[in-house]
């Protein structure tokens, strides 16, 4: 079987319905079919400005969504990257061969440097690449189900890999990135030139998978739709009606051209409040789940416990290997 390997950062209260059409659905779909590890990057999630005392919580959280979800954690490899030491030290080993032009030419460092400034732009968010690198070569993974905000730093991944393999001998898998080109990048309801994130200027843009769904109702029935009349899915004349149509689309099963002719002739208010309706069907129940895997910390933080041991077989293995292409003294 081949294995794929995916995580979304803990830095919300929740996660959102980017993360959940772009990425976590289809680790579900594949988990079935493929060797899946999946984990909760919360090495990642210091790189920017963030709550210590919120951290443990946010980790929860993203714990219980992805099992509400329909992440198996008796079938896939279920933890927390803190858990598992080997993830910061094959990042430091791979520092060690990746440019410093390399890295910046990142943009998601630019970006983020840009939107929280100077102060924000440490050692630990230029190196962000790299862990997530090392969360991936770690476990000579196959495929990365990702969004398309990722696609650059797989690139690297990849680079860094081969790299690795010529100088020091055959030691990773080089992996691919999966990004379902439909769903690869939900938008902003706000602002439809924009992704949808955690981060977004417009909290309106967005809906928490865990937030009341009567407040996704009024941000779907406020979302930004475009000139015109028509329910087209034209991403480039009408991006607002087609992120629309996307979201529909992935909730209900529905291909976008079906809903074209289910809506013929109608208005944007009649899509928008039937999709609403699709929201709240799809929100509650996986809000109640969510909420009731939470009631429990001691048996998610047992599944993760467990997780992070399955994992550390595998990464345990890696990082001795990659230690001994590059020549350490071992360890008695
Ligand atoms: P993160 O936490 O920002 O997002 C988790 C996943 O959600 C996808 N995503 C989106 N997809 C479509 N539309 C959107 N608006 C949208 N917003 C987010 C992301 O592409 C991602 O797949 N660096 C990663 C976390 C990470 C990781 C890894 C992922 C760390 N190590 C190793 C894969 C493999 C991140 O920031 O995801």
Known sequence: KKRILSGAKPTADSLHLGNYIGAVRNWVDM?????AVFFIPDLHAITVDFEPSELAKRTRVVAAQYIAA??????????????????AQLAWALNCITGFGEA?????FKDKTQKFGADAATLGLFAYPTLMAADI????????????????????????????????GQTFTVPEATILKATAKIYDLQNPAA?????GESPNGSIQLL??????????????????TEIRFDPEG????SNLLTIYSTLTGKTVAELETEYQGKMYGHLKVDLAEVMVDFLTPLRNRTNELMADPAELDRLLAQGAERAREIASVTLARVYERMGFLPSL
């Not at 988990?31 to 060797?35: L, N, R, S, T, V």
């Not at 070569?137 to 890999?161: K, M, W």
């Open 31 to 35: 988990q079935a079919e493929y060797d």
């Open 70 to 87: 329909g992440i198996d954690p008796d079938k896939s490899i279920f933890f927390v990257q803190s858990h598992v030491p080997e993830h």
């Open 104 to 108: 910046s030419r990142m943009t998601q």
């Open 137 to 168: 070569l770690l476990y000579q993974t196959d495929l990365v189900p990702v969004g398309e905000d990722q696609r650059q730093h797989l690139e690297l991944t990849r680079n860094l890999a081969q790299r690795f393999n010529t100088r020091y």
């Open 195 to 199: 992704k949808m994130s955690k981060t």
């Open 211 to 228: 937030e009341d769904p009567k407040i996704a109702v009024k941000r779907i029935k406020s979302a930004v739709t475009d000139a015109g």
């Open 238 to 241: 009408k991006p607002g009606v």
